[in-house]
């Protein structure tokens, strides 16, 4: 199992699709920070905005890398299938279950370093986009904290649940359109239709625990909990579909 493993992290590494996604996600990052900022400096001059609420959302802004996390979990198992190889790899793994812990471990291996760097640029982002864009010094208070471990667990957690849709949907184009969607469209629409549902979908669940505010949303226990609920059954529908239909 150990050489299937390393096997499956090495392939991680392979081709461009780990880098691209981290730098558009950093990208996407500093820019939802310095907007943010600059609408915030005006904000705080009138009392609108206080320093604490800035710091606080400056360091939030880098929850958005936890999509990222996420498509690189679902390509690295729909690859597979858009080469070809994956009738190949379940031969080489020396079964299905194998194959899929492997990727799953792989996976979420990568999804803790993208909520590395996530967790590293939100800490640093008060000091270089509030400090350098504003007159302000930020504060970093108990909340921010809390915020930044919330930063890290959705980036973490996302992976997993990239990879299970992978191999759930195995075509790649539609695992990237229904992350896609779901994060961007869906979840947040069901959350303003219908409030009492849409707090229970993981997006938004996830949004609980980095601490968006919303007095709609779950506590953050109740969201971890819910979040682990959508993974358990993801995982399970992604492992009985593997093992029962036909590998191509």
């Known amino acids: 199992m150990r050489n299937v493993i390393a096997a499956e992290w090495s392939k991680a590494w392979t081709g461009k699709a780990w880098w691209i996604l981290a730098l558009i996600g950093v990208f996407l990052g500093v820019l939802a920070g310095t907007g943010f900022v600059a609408q915030a400096d005006a904000d705080i001059a009138a009392g609108r905005e206080t320093v604490e609420a800035a710091t606080d959302q400056v360091v939030r802004c880098w929850f958005m890398l936890m999509l990222f996390s996420a498509l690189f979990g679902a390509v690295s198992v729909t690859k597979e299938y858009n080469s070809g190889a994956i009738a190949r790899t379940v031969l080489l793994s020396g079964g299905r279950g194998r194959l899929l812990a492997a990727k799953l471990i792989a996976g979420t291996g990568m999804g803790a ?89 993981l997006t938004i669940a996830m949004s609980s625990v980095y601490r968006d505010g919303k007095p709609e949303l779950l506590s953050v226990p109740l969201a971890l909990l819910v979040i682990a609920g959508w993974l358990a059954l993801s995982g399970f529908a992604a492992r009985k579909l593997f093992l029962s239909r036909d590998v191509i």
Request: glycine share 8%; hydrophobic share 60%; no cysteine.
């Open 113 to 201: 370093l993208y909520a590395v760097l996530a967790t590293a640029l939100a800490a640093a982002s008060p000091m270089l986009l509030v400090a350098g864009a504003t007159e302000h010094e930020p504060v970093w208070t108990g909340e921010t904290t809390l915020t930044l471990v919330g930063v890290f667990a959705v980036t973490l957690l996302s992976a997993p649940w990239g990879v299970f849709l992978g191999w759930i949907i195995r075509n790649q184009t539609a695992a990237v359109a229904t992350l896609l969607g779901l994060t961007l469209f869906v979840d947040e629409a069901l959350l303003r239709l219908l409030p009492e549902a849409g707090k229970f979908t």
